[in-house]
């Protein structure tokens, strides 16, 4: 049951696509809105936020430093310009 209530401000064509919508879907203006607001506002409960910090702090593999990741593409970029026959560009800093 909802039991609050609030005054939204919009122009004609925001509300005309709001009702557009609503009919499209088979529900009202004031539920589109309310899955609007639940979408953008949502927050994940603490107890699941810092499981999933958890959960990547414990991840394990090899990762590069973006430095490095830089060097191998310019390798692969190389490689494909040797095969090519053309020149690189200059890369931009």
């Known amino acids: 049951m909802f039991t609050e209530r609030i005054q939204v401000l919009m122009s004609k ?7 557009a919508e609503a009919r499209e879907r088979g529900t009202s ?21 810092r499981r999933a910090l958890e959960w990547i702090k414990a991840m394990r593999g090899t990762y590069i430093s973006v430095a490095e990741m830089e060097r191998a593409v310019d390798g692969e970029r190389e490689e494909w310009v040797e095969r090519l026959g053309t ?3 200059k890369r931009r800093s």
Request: aromatic fraction near 0%; charged fraction near 45%.
């Open 29 to 49: 203006v004031g539920a589109l809105i309310r899955e609007a607001v639940d979408a953008r506002a949502k927050r994940r409960p603490l107890a699941e936020r």
């Open 13 to 19: 064509a925001q509300r005309r696509r709001l009702e």
């Open 87 to 89: 020149q690189p560009r």
